[in-house]
């Protein structure tokens, strides 16, 4: 059990005695005063703080009150020789003391008050993580909701309004709205392919398997050869694959299919020379890969956001908002990493790591 145990006390000899008894049990970090004790707190991850009640300059209790709000998390144990209401209650109430033990302490009793001390410690910390969870998940599905519905909206009103010039208007030729019918259909139609996949990431448990990249790109790209815009892309593609790869490969694949995507859809029009260069590589611990374009860019004052629901790098060529968010909530399943360096008017580079799972699963597991 690796208990990181901050022992305070201005007598030399119960420092000595405590590492003595614990040290065996629990990482022993000793202090003789008050200003020892916050260096050692500011070095190190402490669990657990012992200190006495009693020692020169200040009281255990006005040293766990002055340390509250910068070290919050640490469980709190007054030691004291002298036992009195009114020191129990200000430990209790001022310095959120956990424990209240006189000394000379009973080993076995003490073991077992720093054993549920860290249980305590422990398990705030997991609500912690619990409650950030649920404030981020309830903050996403009130943007979510306003964001789709707009977004779901959007297209609809268009082509409503297309509807009715096209019937109010007799010398209107249907046909010649039938593109923005259509573009509108397709910016509805992806939203709605991301919010599956956008449930389908959250919902779905890491499934590792072998992932072959040459497949994958090839299997991706194919899906875009009835689009117009690919035909006048130069697609370059290194994929070097020596390493075997295990890895979940529905989230890989989405993370691909989001990055081209978007590579292809940023494209400058007016580009003689337009180029996509995919590049993957496997290797022991990871496999990097990186999508770079000499697209729109992104201004440098939107990077910071562009992972976050429904924001939008640019105002040019519609999106849907959601795709990098994907990506990123699919990388922080796999524990992967993303980085981006554009430049706008020049192009983006999207750099992904994602951890190989080759080496964690044995041969005999593999089917």
Known sequence: MHINILYIDDEKNNLNAFKAQFRSNFNIYLAESAQDGLRILEETDIHIIITDQRMPGITGVQFFES???????????????????????????????????????????LKMTIENGYEIYNTRKELLQKNLALQKANDELNRFVYSASHELRSPISTIQGIINIVKTDEKTKPENYLEMIQECVSNMDSLIKNI??????NKLLNEIKDINFQYIISDIIS??????????????CDIDEKMRFMGDEFRIKLILINLLSNAIKYQKQEEKNKFIAIKIKTEEDYVRFSIEDNGIGIPEAYCPNIFKMF???????????????????????????????????????????????????????II
């Open 67 to 109: 340390i509250l709000q910068e070290y919050p998390d640490p469980v709190r144990i007054l030691l004291t020789a002298y036992s009195d209401i009114e020191s129990t209650i200000d430990a209790i109430n001022k310095g959120n003391v956990f424990r209240y033990i006189r000394k000379p302490w009973d080993y076995h009793d």
């Open 196 to 201: 599956i996949s956008y449930h389908k990431n």
């Open 223 to 236: 899906t875009y050869r009835y689009d117009n815009m690919i035909e006048y892309i130069d697609l370059k």
């Open 311 to 365: 924001y939008r790098g640019t105002s040019q060529n519609s999106g849907t908002g959601i795709g990098l968010y994907i990506v990123k909530e699919a990388l922080d399943k796999m524990g992967g990493e993303i980085s981006l360096n554009s430049t706008e008017g020049i192009g983006s580079v999207f750099e992904v790591r994602i951890p190989n799972k080759a080496n964690l699963i044995p041969a005999t597991a």
